[in-house]
């Protein structure tokens, strides 16, 4: 490698380095990373739906997100305000009263959760907890529609 090309790298990589810590200095909505109070929750069915949505959607869809320090960190931090902004905004269960839902968004939710498509792969390399196991996973669907008055599948 020339001494050219040697400059130009070194170059490149000080620019990177500066970039990341001008990202530090600048974050979206200094004060993102503190949650409104919680409002009200919705009348449960039972206990354990209550803490499987707490392990699998307070972090984006509550006003209980947990902060962990690479929330602090951009650009993952945009990311992440982007992700629980946009998922309080669809659905927040600790504004259940305010932001609640007709029984076609709950059976929705039940048919989200129960393709597998919340939550997010992504999200679910950092909180591996968070994933739900079939019988977990159907215990949330029939909790989400009894919390609606709806008649629950049949889990065998």
């Known amino acids: 490698m020339s001494e050219r ?10 620019a990177v380095v500066i970039g990341i810590v001008f990202l530090q200095l600048w974050q979206y909505g200094r004060q993102f990373t503190t949650n409104p109070p919680v409002q009200q929750e919705p009348d449960w069915d039972d206990d354990y739906t209550r803490h499987l949505v707490a392990r699998a959607c307070f ?4 006003n209980e997100t947990e902060w962990p320090w690479y929330t602090r960190v951009s650009p993952i931090s945009l990311m992440i305000q ?11 269960f600790s504004e259940w009263p305010d932001n ?4 076609a968004e ?20 950092l909180h591996p907890e968070a994933k739900l196991t ?23």
Do not use: F, W
């Open 59 to 62: 972090d984006c869809h509550s």
């Open 106 to 125: 709950i059976n929705q939710m039940a048919d989200t959760v129960g393709k597998r498509q919340m939550p997010l792969p992504y999200y679910l390399i």
């Open 134 to 156: 079939a019988i977990e996973q159907g215990h949330l669907v029939n909790g989400l529609i009894t919390m609606m008055g709806g008649e629950p599948e049949h889990l065998e």
């Open 5 to 14: 090309n040697k400059q130009i790298i070194g170059a490149g990589l000080v």
């Open 82 to 92: 982007k992700d629980v902004v946009e998922g309080r905004a669809v659905l927040n």
């Open 100 to 103: 609640c839902c007709t029984e």
